[in-house]
């Protein structure tokens, strides 16, 4: 396992969850539902100088049947203005059913919807970041593909 601080982004079209992973790469944590828009890239960079990570984590949301998407074409686009912007590395992993198992998991723990809209988006990214850190951990090979900033649309 890589030692180092990442940051998981779960990238939606109204906010961008954000959790991060101990030194250690053990465990992911909630962090902050950054509102997507002017100043999100901002933000992020500022969450970014604070916990000082090696890499951030962007979950890629792929349709069940395997099919890209245009949030799939989303999150691409955002990773690699991340990558462009914060001159860290930046790696798109697998998300399918994140935002999903968040809403379940809130739930189950006796939040609504209604008052979930909150973290539902940090929890997704924690789930995105605690399953590549696992993957890693179990299969000894960093997760996901890395972003080219300079490649796209």
């Given at each position: ?45 500022s969450?970014a100088e ?16 395997g099919?890209?998407?245009?949030s799939?074409?989303d ?8 990558a462009g912007s ?17 809403g379940?998991?809130l739930r ?22 605690q399953?590549?850190l696992?993957f890693e951990?179990s299969a ?11 490649e796209?649309?």
């Open positions: 396992m890589r030692p180092g601080v990442r940051l998981g982004i779960d990238v939606g079209t109204a906010r961008v969850g954000v959790a991060r992973s101990d030194p250690h790469g053990m465990l992911a944590t909630p962090v902050e539902t950054v509102k997507r828009g002017p100043g999100d890239i901002d933000r992020i960079r969450i604070e916990f000082g990570p090696t890499e951030i984590i962007v979950g890629l949301p792929i349709a069940l049947s099919r890209e998407t245009a799939t074409d999150a691409r686009g955002f990773a690699r203005t991340l914060l001159g860290l590395p930046v790696r798109l992993v697998d998300e399918r059913l994140s935002t999903v198992s968040a379940a998991a189950a723990s006796g939040r609504t919807t209604r008052n979930s809209r909150s973290v539902v988006d940090q929890v997704a990214a924690v789930i995105i970041l399953h590549a696992d951990r000894d090979l960093p997760p996901g593909a890395v972003v080219d900033p300079d796209g649309p």
